[in-house]
């Protein structure tokens, strides 16, 4: 079966950096993506990442190893707003996403 | 605002009751979608839609019927609901289906509770 991993939840200090990760196993490869999604609020989206290596944008970066099967997202000079949860998605040979539960950023003063 | 427009908001209805959810994009994007969305469960796709056909149905049970009159609209009428079905319903639009890169983008959802 296809499967995301990423934890369930995750605490990080103001100011610090906190790095999510998620791996994932799935029939073919078609991309991955981050979405950021504020409690009551619409996921929006942060990246996607279909070949090796670091996108950064901002103080937000993504990472990708196809090989690992492993992505990551970065957030530096984590600020109060970045309280959310972050959704991990892959495309499939498909091109359907396959979605992780997601991970709840709490970010203490 | 992301362009995609979700009402109502919050719902609240009977086992017994019908109602409807809507959905309306601004973005000229041709596929709509409707995904469930449970408490720490991943989001689940429930229906696809590309120029206004669907494309998918994840056997998603009857009492769920989806409606998409054009590109820019999306309905999901609801009837003889059960107290598991409560869940936030997401509304989402790409502008095709199938490339990698396609990006979703995703209205604010309809709270929707069974009682």
């Known amino acids: 079966g296809q499967n995301i991993d990423q934890p369930t939840e995750m605490t990080a200090t103001e100011g610090a950096i906190v790095q999510i990760n998620c791996t994932y196993q799935t029939s073919g490869f078609n991309g991955l993506f981050w979405y950021q999604q504020h409690a009551g609020e619409a996921p929006t989206f942060l990246s996607y990442n279909v070949l090796d290596g670091l996108e950064e944008k901002g103080r937000f970066s993504s990472f990708l190893s196809r090989s690992k099967g492993y992505s990551y997202l970065l957030l530096k000079e984590l600020q109060m707003k970045d309280s959310a949860s972050y959704l991990c998605?892959?495309?499939?040979?498909?091109?359907?996403?396959?979605w992780g539960a997601g991970t709840k950023l709490i970010i203490k003063p | 605002e992301t362009g995609v427009t979700q009402t109502p908001r919050h719902l609240v209805m009977g086992m017994t009751n019908k109602k409807s959810l809507k959905c309306e994009q601004h973005l000229g994007h041709n596929a709509m979608y409707w995904y469930k969305q449970s408490a720490k469960k991943p989001l689940e796709l429930m229906f696809v839609?590309?120029?206004?056909?669907?494309?998918e149905n994840n056997s998603v049970p009857s009492r769920f019927s989806p409606e998409c009159p054009n590109s820019s609209h999306l309905f999901l009428h609801l009837h003889t609901l059960q107290p598991e079905d409560s869940a936030l319903y997401l509304c989402a639009s790409s502008q095709d289906l199938g490339g990698g890169g396609n990006t979703i983008y995703f209205g604010e959802g309809s709270w929707l509770t069974v009682v």
């Open positions: 998605a892959v495309s499939d040979s498909n091109y359907q996403l396959i």
């Open positions: 839609y590309n120029f206004k056909e669907q494309t």
